[in-house]
């Protein structure tokens, strides 16, 4: 039975269930338990098994404005404003207050230098992170560092799903949001557009904090000018002045008022203050209450994120395999460390633990670093054993790769000069020159 069910697997090109299911029918009558089995042991469906990288194993939660700062990258290139072919995304990770910014480029200067304004309007966080990579991150600390000495910042783990979901999920708001008003204003001018998105999206209900980003950070609702008002759009058509104004709404100084007003101290900051005689109330100025409900704001949303963490913990537990030591274990390997046409994943298992965290090894040596159990799957068989691994070798993910089914195949070689010599990577290596090299230089080696 192996052999017939190896036979039409390899016809279908390492087919799943439903495959050799349907190329099995017509010929032989194997039962579906029997072919779930086999196709466990097979190593190539095993490699290109995908596997779930959205599972959370510790939640990061801000306490308070500013302690952590996501800034991403929006790529527009394929439709330019101008000279503007990219946004940025700047998000505040407690209150979820975001700003966005039209770039020329994705050069560190350049975002640097828009991230400056925005620190020096509202205060520099204390961790910056990104998904674009801790390099990245480095270079615009960098500049930020030169364009203010007295900024200190330290970078965050980049590509960490669980605290940068946030702001790639308000990426896909913004270019819905952004597109429906380059619709409804019949207009491509989306750098314009950016400002009425970002006030849009601050003003909105946000779903974990449970209250509008702007209400998080200033403790109150936005306000549009007298739209806001109670006022009825007919009077407000009239209104053009401050006297109309104060016509309208009854404030305007009335000589017969019998309400009397006397001069006394807020109970909070000693500032002086204008209240009412018979007024029973504690007296408190307008300064702290608006104190008060900035700091009650921030604590109903900083409850509503360890909610959402709570929540994402216990959907994680669920679906996260806890391994042993000899457990053979699936693999994934980042796009960026392999070919177009090596698997998707390598087979390891667990050669030690320590503090929740695995070690890899394989035939071709230990793999560098240690593995959160949420990034890795359970193989369906004992692929290898520990009398097979290599413990002589650590390698990184990369270098196992490109032993294991031959990696990515090319170089950059970044050179100046027309890549006649061996002083040129690709030419040492009898390859030639691609895209990734240089586009514009002359290069003699393509």
């Given at each position: 039975?192996?052999?017939?069910l ?25 039962p ?14 095993n ?29 527009f290139?394929?439709?330019p404003?101008?000279?503007?072919r990219?946004i ?8 979820k207050f ?13 975002v640097?230098?828009?991230?400056l ?7 520099a966080?204390?961790i ?14 960098t ?52 400002e009425?998105?970002?006030f ?21 609702d ?8 109670k ?23 009335d000589?017969h008022s ?47 994120l360890?909610?959402a ?8 537990n ?5 391994f ?8 994934p ?10 698997s ?10 320590k ?9 071709h ?30 390698l ?22 027309k ?27 393509k």
């Amino acid at each position: 039975m192996y052999d017939k069910l190896k036979d039409f697997h390899t016809r279908t090109g390492h087919g799943g269930n439903v495959k050799l299911r349907l190329a099995l029918m017509n010929k032989y009558a194997i039962p579906r338990p029997a072919i779930e089995a086999f196709l466990s042991t097979c190593l190539s469906c095993n490699s290109k098994k995908p596997v779930n990288r959205k599972l959370v194993i510790k939640p990061i939660i801000s306490e308070d404005f500013n302690e952590r700062g996501q800034v991403d990258l929006v790529d527009f290139q394929s439709n330019p404003d101008g000279k503007f072919r990219w946004i940025l995304n700047y998000q505040d990770h407690s209150t979820k207050f975001l700003s966005l910014r039209p770039l020329e480029s994705k050069r560190a200067i350049e975002v640097a230098r828009n991230l400056l304004s925005l620190f020096l309007t509202f205060g520099a966080p204390k961790i910056l992170q990104s998904d674009n990579g801790r390099e990245f991150v480095n270079t615009i600390i960098t500049e930020l560092k030169t364009l203010w000495p007295d900024c200190v910042i330290v970078h965050g783990r980049p590509r960490h799903p669980q605290s940068q979901g946030s702001v790639e999920r308000s990426n896909q708001d913004i270019e819905n949001m952004l597109r429906a008003w380059m619709v409804d204003n019949n207009s491509k001018k989306w750098s314009i557009g950016l400002e009425f998105v970002q006030f849009q999206k601050n003003c909105s209900h946000h779903r974990v904090i449970n209250r509008s980003p702007y209400k998080a950070l200033f403790g109150s609702d936005p306000k549009i000018g007298l739209t806001t008002s109670k006022l009825p759009s007919e009077v407000l058509q009239k209104i053009s002045t401050e006297e109309d104004l104060l016509m309208y709404t009854g404030d305007s100084d009335d000589p017969h008022s019998t309400i009397k007003m006397i001069t006394s101290r807020c109970s909070l900051c000693g500032n002086e203050v204008i209240v009412e005689i018979n007024s029973a109330s504690a007296i408190v100025c307008n300064l702290c209450k608006n104190n008060e409900n900035i700091i009650q704001s921030r604590q109903q949303g900083l409850k509503g994120l360890q909610k959402a963490a709570e929540k994402m913990l216990k959907i994680s537990n669920l679906k996260v395999t806890l391994f042993q030591v000899e457990d053979c274990v699936i693999v994934p390997v980042p796009k960026v460390d392999r070919g177009p046409s090596d698997s998707a994943n390598i087979i390891a298992i667990v050669t030690e633990q320590k503090n929740e965290l695995n070690r890899l090894g394989t035939k071709h040596g230990i793999i560098k670093g240690w593995f959160n159990s949420s990034t890795l799957q359970p193989a369906k068989s004992n692929f290898i054993n520990m009398s097979d691994v290599n413990k002589e070798k650590e390698l990184s993910l990369r270098e196992i790769v490109a032993l294991t089914t031959g990696g990515q195949g090319f170089h950059s070689c970044n050179c100046r000069g027309k890549c006649e010599t061996k002083k040129c990577a690709c030419f040492k290596s009898s390859l030639k020159c691609n895209s990734r090299c240089h586009n514009t230089t002359p290069c003699s080696n393509k």
